[in-house]
């Protein structure tokens, strides 16, 4: 595992138990999935590599627009699915045919694999990768060594 990987691992259970709330950044405070995201990579990098626009609880559903995916195409490296490491960003279809709206940074791969989230009505979690969970991902990244 990469040094960024082991970094982003750590600064994302760091924000195990910051309450969800949409459009937040905010360790401690509020955050959501693309939240959780962007505090990450703050602390990898220093400032978000592009202004996050208004977005909505359905992300761009109605327009069928991949913008989460589109948007992670240009900062993060995208990976083949079945190559799983600590610290990976995993982007999720959440019902099939719609668009992709979750995201989850790796903790453990393996027999007992997690990944760490941020998702309506919880906190930031550290959950088990289940295989209904396995099945919703769509995509896997890894951040850049350096921007």
């Given at each position: 595992?990469?040094?960024?990987?082991?970094?982003?691992?750590?600064?994302?259970r760091?924000?195990?138990?910051?309450?969800?709330?949409?459009q937040?950044?905010?360790?401690?405070?509020?955050?959501?999935c693309?939240?959780l995201?962007?505090?990450?990579?703050?602390?990898?990098?220093?400032?978000?590599?592009?202004?996050?626009?208004?977005?909505?609880?359905?992300?761009a559903?109605?327009?069928?627009d991949?913008?989460?995916?589109?948007?992670?195409?240009?900062?993060?490296?995208a990976?083949?699915?079945?190559d799983?490491?600590?610290?990976d960003?995993?982007l999720?279809?959440?019902?099939?045919?719609?668009?992709?709206?979750?995201?989850?940074?790796?903790?453990?791969?393996?027999a007992?694999?997690?990944?760490?989230?941020?998702?309506?009505?919880?906190?930031v979690v550290?959950?088990?990768?289940?295989?209904?969970?396995?099945?919703?991902?769509?995509?896997?990244f890894?951040?850049?060594?350096?921007?």
């Open positions: 595992m990469s040094d960024v990987s082991q970094q982003a691992v750590a600064l994302a760091g924000w195990i138990g910051t309450p969800y709330r949409h937040a950044s905010c360790r401690g405070a509020g955050t959501d693309l939240g995201l962007r505090g990450v990579w703050r602390g990898l990098y220093g400032a978000e590599p592009e202004v996050v626009p208004a977005y909505s609880m359905d992300w559903e109605p327009a069928r991949e913008v989460l995916w589109r948007a992670a195409m240009r900062h993060l490296q990976k083949p699915r079945d799983a490491a600590p610290g960003v995993l999720f279809r959440m019902r099939a045919g719609s668009v992709a709206k979750h995201l989850g940074l790796a903790g453990r791969v393996g007992q694999p997690t990944f760490i989230h941020a998702y309506s009505g919880h906190a550290e959950s088990p990768l289940t295989a209904p969970w396995q099945r919703r991902i769509v995509a896997r890894a951040f850049p060594q350096e921007v």
